[in-house]
């Protein structure tokens, strides 16, 4: 089994759609949780931290359950411009070591 | 500022041959790591410095990868004897500490072996 795995999609959603990822850890003692965001032939950026009392910013609302080892990404109001692979990255530590990244969700978003 | 920057962009190389690809991050940034990624696949893990400490090599996948990292700051990933599933893109990231910072990467390095 994976340490961090997500579906790998492909997503294709209208305009304006709603839609949801989830992503699933296998390491109960991981602490730090974040999406990153991946364009084609791009390097990954940062979308968003992920934090134990969810988070949100704008179209973008992160949650973490630590009971079910899963965190997931919600987009509201999906834009064309939303079109991208959405990687789950898990880390044991707050400070130190390394990160897995989950191999990504796609998302096409279609006028 | 200056992001992570990388180079070469590209390099084709032949069968066998070994390669050098470099890696300078953010100033002042301790941390700083190298992934693969092969087309459509996910960052494969490959190894990661932190400071002064010992480099975490557990993602090396085998005896022909080797990286260093001089001064603190610029990193050197060299493959010997290049093999065709070497062909990839090597990201190289860099944060202010390690897991649990935002990591800033590198465009990449495209590697083609032929």
């Known amino acids: 089994r994976k340490e961090v795995e997500q579906d790998p999609g492909p997503f294709n959603v209208p305009e304006g759609a709603t839609v949801a990822f989830n992503c699933t850890y296998s390491?109960?003692?991981?602490?730090?949780f974040f999406w990153y965001r991946q364009d084609c032939r791009k390097e990954p950026k940062l979308l968003m931290s992920v934090y134990s009392s969810g988070n949100e910013d704008g179209r973008f609302t992160a949650q973490l359950n630590r009971a079910s080892q899963y965190i997931s990404l919600l987009i509201r109001d999906s834009k064309l411009s939303d079109s991208a692979t959405y990687l789950c990255?898990?880390?044991?530590?707050?400070?130190?070591?390394?990160?897995?990244f989950g191999d990504g969700t796609t998302l096409t978003v279609k006028p | 500022g200056a992001g992570v920057s990388q180079s070469p962009s590209n390099k084709v190389t032949e069968k066998g041959k070994d390669v050098e690809l470099r890696c300078d991050p953010i100033?002042?940034?301790?941390?700083l790591y190298w992934y693969r990624q092969s087309l459509g696949q996910g960052l494969e893990f490959l190894i990661y410095?932190?400071?002064?400490?010992?480099?975490?090599k557990s993602g090396l996948p085998s005896d022909r990868f080797s990286a260093e990292r001089t001064g603190g700051s610029v990193s050197t990933l060299t493959i010997q004897r290049t093999q065709q599933e070497d062909s990839a893109v090597y990201l190289c990231?860099?944060?202010?500490?390690?897991?649990?910072?935002?990591?800033?990467f590198g465009p990449g390095t495209r590697l083609t072996v032929l």
């Open positions: 990231a860099s944060s202010i500490g390690g897991a649990g910072n935002e990591q800033f």
């Open positions: 100033s002042g940034h301790t941390a």
């Open positions: 390491n109960s003692a991981s602490q730090s």
């Open positions: 410095f932190q400071g002064n400490s010992a480099p975490d």
């Open positions: 990255v898990v880390s044991r530590n707050t400070n130190a070591g390394k990160s897995t």
